[in-house]
T-cell receptor
Framework: EAQVTQNPRYLITVTGKKLTVTCSQN?????MSWYRQDPGLGLRQIYYSMNVEVTDKGDVPEGYKVSRKEKRNFPLILESPSPNQTSLYFC????????????FGPGTRLTVL | AQSVTQLDSHVSVSEGTPVLLRCNYSSSYSPSLFWYVQHPNKGLQLLLKYTSAATLVKGINGFEAEFKKSETSFHLTKPSAHMSDAAEYFCVVSDLTGGFKTIFGAGTRLFVKA
């Protein structure tokens, strides 16, 4: 089954404790992306990757890191989480064609105390 | 630069009446435009997309949208609302002016009254 998986689905942590949210897709997609969703703001793009070792900033990259060492994986790293990073995070993937559909993971709900 | 404005944060309709969710966009080049739906506590699902072919696009569950370049609009419609349509809807734009960025609108929450 074609899918995007994220782990963990729920996470509660404390300020400053490094964490990683994993994202994996099995569709051989070139493009992968991370978004955060906050009430009244829709989804905002954090980082995206056009292919292995190619990443770029979205609209809200501050406080986040990403890496793309393998085509299927695109982890999101919070080196020193803060309460304003409490949010619902989605990973997505699509082919390299911008008109193609993005497939979204189920979401990770992160709470930073 | 790209931008998307969803003109209503909330829309309420009665079951069986038409649905109109409004979206305006800004884009320097021919954009790709999408509507996604998010049901409560669920992920995002593609409803339909415009990619410079037909200006009237039909999607799943009876939804359709019309691309109007002169008005820079991509409004979502459905002739008859169903209770199961209650969800949040996002208009999305993607074009090469923003690199390969994807811009979401703030969302419109649709309420359907019995």
């Amino acid at each position: 089954e074609a899918q995007v998986t994220q782990n963990p689905r729920y996470l509660i942590t404390v300020t400053g404790k490094k964490l990683t949210v994993t994202c994996s897709q099995n569709m051989n997609h070139e493009y992968m992306s991370w978004y955060r969703q906050d009430p009244g703001l829709g989804l905002r793009q954090i980082y995206y990757s056009m292919n292995v070792e190619v990443t770029d900033k979205g609209d809200v990259p501050e406080g986040y890191k990403v890496s793309r060492k393998e085509k299927r994986n695109f982890p999101l790293i919070l080196e020193s989480p803060s309460p304003n990073q409490t949010s619902l995070y989605f990973c997505a993937s699509r082919t390299g064609i911008s008109t193609d559909t993005q497939y979204f993971g189920p979401g990770t709900r992160l709470t930073v105390l | 630069a790209q931008s998307v404005t969803q003109l209503d944060s909330h829309v309420s309709v009665s079951e069986g009446t038409p649905v109109l969710l409004r979206c305006n966009y800004s884009s320097s080049y021919s954009p790709s435009l999408f509507w996604y739906v998010q049901h409560p506590n669920k992920g995002l699902q593609l409803l339909l997309k415009y990619t410079s072919a037909a200006t009237l696009v039909k999607g799943i569950n009876g939804f359709e949208a019309e691309f109007k370049k002169s008005e820079t609009s991509f409004h979502l419609t459905k002739p008859s609302a169903h209770m199961s349509d209650a969800a949040e809807y996002f208009c999305v734009v993607s074009d090469l002016t923003g690199g390969f960025k994807t811009i979401f609108g703030a969302g419109t929450r649709l309420f359907v009254k019995a």
